[in-house]
């Protein structure tokens, strides 16, 4: 399969904040505010590790909602969405469906507050990656930022830099704003053979 495969698909804007300074009404800012997740306005502005993604795609196994490594199964759990997000974690059931171009149609978002958002994210990754993980995968969604973030977290080796903590701010934001380096295809196979050298030390 070649290199980045499963990242191909996943496009993040390239000027996120004038983006947000375009469209954020007043009015859509505080339904964001409302909903939980207004903390990840800022989030997401830099790149993905195309490279270093896709390699650990390739361990995820979907019966098991795993990356398989050498010392054994480990994976996203729901805390690490709420610890690297900071979004809210209890709530109610968050599975209905609806095209986002529909939202300005509702009358009220009252209640939007009150979703399991932690919980539908991490689902909702773990569909896209036991899409990808298949042979015939062509591409991913879901939060690839929280995959990254995660991967930091959890694997110091594979950290572009010494991240920082800032106070009152999603952890996301300690890796988010790191510069990230152009890779090629000698550097997922960099990232493989780390994957295969690892020990439960190294996690």
């Not at 947000?20 to 990840?40: D, N, P």
């Not at 959890?154 to 510069?179: N, S, V």
Request: charged fraction near 20%.
């Amino acid at each position: 399969m070649g290199v980045s495969q499963w990242i191909k698909n996943y496009e993040r804007p390239k000027a996120g904040r004038e983006i947000r300074e375009i469209y954020l009404s007043e009015v859509v800012v505080a339904r964001v505010e409302a909903s939980g997740l207004g903390i990840l306005r800022d989030c997401f502005t830099t790149g993905l590790d195309d490279n270093l993604l896709s390699a650990f795609i390739e361990r995820w196994h979907p019966d098991t909602n795993t990356f398989h490594m050498p010392f054994g199964g480990i994976s996203i759990m729901l805390h690490d969405v709420q610890h690297i997000l900071g979004i809210p974690v209890t709530g109610e059931r968050s599975d209905d469906r609806v095209n986002a171009q529909l939202l300005p149609l509702f009358d009220s978002l009252d209640r939007v507050g009150s979703y399991a958002w932690c919980a539908a994210c991490l689902a909702y990754l773990y569909l896209q990656l036991g899409t990808a993980s298949r042979r015939d995968g062509t591409g991913v969604s879901g939060c690839l930022p929280l995959l990254q973030a995660w991967i930091y977290e959890y694997f110091p080796k594979f950290q572009p830099g010494a991240g920082f903590f800032l106070e009152d701010r999603p952890l996301i934001e300690t890796w988010d704003r790191l510069p990230r380096a152009k890779g090629d295809s000698q550097t997922f196979q960099m990232y493989r053979h780390s994957l295969d050298d690892l020990s439960s030390e190294h996690v």
